[in-house]
């Protein structure tokens, strides 16, 4: 069993960066694929980025790309998002989550998932 524990969000401003941390304890993360993914009010979770057990292996929503950097610490069982350029349309709660398949963007292709944190960018 994996738990999954996000931290670093906040209220910002647009045009601000944040570093969003995933801290994951109960096994090693060793074979899984991380991803984040975030919610807004009223509308479905939406894939964010994903990296592989190999920190060189990401991918990016569209909406993200170029602005959002996903990266891990295996040895730490730790997995970052940093936020850069955020804009008003990044507020949201965002999740991490682990999976065993790669390339995965759908929320339901992960096993376990942390209990999220709040992001939101005022304009």
């Known amino acids: 069993q994996v738990q999954l524990s996000e931290s670093g969000g906040g209220l910002v401003q647009a045009g601000d960066s944040l570093r969003l941390s995933c801290a994951a304890s109960?096994?090693?993360?060793?074979?899984?694929?991380m991803a984040w993914f975030r919610q807004a009010p009223g509308k479905e979770r939406e894939f964010v980025a994903l990296i592989g057990w190999n920190p060189d292996s990401t991918y990016y929503s569209d909406a993200v790309q170029g602005r959002f950097g996903i990266s891990r610490e295996n040895a730490k069982n730790m997995v970052y998002l940093q936020m850069n350029n955020l804009k008003p349309e990044d507020t949201a709660v965002y999740f991490c989550?682990?999976?065993?398949?790669?390339?995965?963007?759908?929320?339901?292709?992960?096993?376990?998932w942390g209990q999220g944190t709040q992001v939101t960018v005022a304009s």
């Open positions: 109960g096994r090693t993360l060793s074979g899984y694929a």
């Open positions: 989550a682990a999976s065993r398949l790669w390339l995965e963007t759908r929320a339901s292709g992960y096993e376990y």
